[in-house]
């Protein structure tokens, strides 16, 4: 009985590290790439290729899509897996866990945009950054997409914190 309940666990664990990879190889590049297409569609751009392996990307035809289109686009990738992450509530442990991920992997998103956004107002430019190429276009949005990025960051740390997620896991462990 006691092999059995140790089997149970360690499924437990291969379970969570399992969805771990799933979410952070294939879901979340997913959800980022397609906020980008989903945006381009919206402003009128055509998405010409759509990857996920081996670097995710979407490349567009944004001509004739004015500056607002092409910064929408930008601010795809980050904003749509985050808001998605935010609205849903999944109720079984599985679901739930994997919008966590995605929520985490999100947040963090939005913090290294935050600190690009940092950097470039001090003259350091970060390389293949959605933020940057935002700001390349709307140079003047340093101080407004800042102030954005961080309410974002100040909403979900404490949209995590409420959620309790390790009170969560250690109950899935000790609850089945």
């Known amino acids: 009985m006691k092999r059995k309940g140790i089997v149970m666990k360690a499924r437990q ?3 969570l590290f399992s969805i771990g990879l ?3 190889i294939l879901l979340y590049p997913t959800l980022h790439e397609a906020g980008h297409s989903l ?17 995710p990307s979407i490349m567009c035809d944004a001509f004739g899509v004015g500056n607002t289109g092409i910064i929408l686009i930008g601010l795809g990738g980050i904003i749509i897996p985050y808001v998605i992450s935010m609205i849903l509530r999944p109720k079984t442990f599985w679901l739930w866990y994997s919008n966590a991920l995605v929520r985490g992997i999100s947040l963090l998103a939005v913090g ?10 001090n003259g350091i430019i970060v390389p293949n950054e959605d933020i ?8 003047g949005g340093s101080i407004l997409f800042l102030t954005v990025f961080a309410t974002m960051l100040v909403f979900g740390i404490v949209r995590i914190v409420y959620d309790k997620p390790l009170k969560k896991i250690i109950e899935y462990f000790c609850g089945n």
């Open 13 to 15: 664990v291969v379970g």
């Open 132 to 139: 940057i190429q935002v700001l390349k276009v709307f140079n």
């Open 22 to 24: 799933f979410t952070a």
């Open 112 to 121: 290294i945009s935050f600190v690009s956004i940092v950097l470039w107002m």
């Open 39 to 55: 945006l381009a569609l919206i402003v009128g751009a055509k998405v010409v290729d759509f990857n996920l392996f081996p670097i």
